[in-house]
């Protein structure tokens, strides 16, 4: 975990990397977390290994699931972390059952989401939507809901029918 955050400079990962990484820091925070919250983690198919994507899209949402979501529960808390696939595009999926997110809050981040003249302030949350949409096009970045599991529920839409720019 660490060395992926100190020792690595690179801009731009395959996305088997960035899972990993990812992985790994829900799996210290499963253990930290173990008697209030489990997690879920799929495994990434086999034909989406190599796609290159930027660093940290995907830490930095289960990080805020913990912190944020899944902060004040006792037990029973659930992060899950599924993949996708539809249409040219593999979504992540990264949900919890927190209950402490509000309608507002919600339609507040859809909002800024959808927010083309970039006026949003810069959270972790945009500039990862805003990285996906350069590297992979409009249709690609984040998508925020609520989850079927009662809390939030965040999309990370990736291109992958040569959608792709060269930046």
Do not use: M
Not at 9 to 22: G, I, S
Not at 67 to 95: A, R, T, W
Not at 115 to 128: H, K, P, Y
């Amino acid at each position: 975990y660490f060395r992926f955050i100190t020792r690595s400079a690179e801009d731009e990962v395959p996305l088997e990397r960035e899972v990993e990484h990812a992985r790994i820091y829900a799996d210290i925070q499963r253990i930290r977390f173990s008697s209030r919250i489990s997690v879920d983690f799929e495994e990434l198919p086999e034909e989406y290994r190599n796609i290159t994507v930027p660093r940290l899209i995907l830490q930095p949402i289960i990080e805020n699931a913990f912190e944020h979501g899944l902060e004040n529960k006792v037990s029973g808390g659930l992060l899950h972390i599924g993949f996708e696939q539809q249409d040219g595009h593999l979504s992540i999926i990264v949900e919890d059952n927190g209950d402490s997110l509000e309608d507002v809050e919600l339609e507040c981040l859809q909002r800024i989401l959808v927010d083309r003249d970039g006026r949003a302030e810069s959270t972790g949350i945009i500039n990862i939507h805003r990285r996906l949409r350069l590297k992979f096009g409009d249709q690609s970045g984040l998508s925020v809901s609520r989850s079927p599991l009662g809390g939030f529920r965040v999309e990370i839409c990736i291109g992958t029918s040569g959608g792709e720019r060269n930046v």
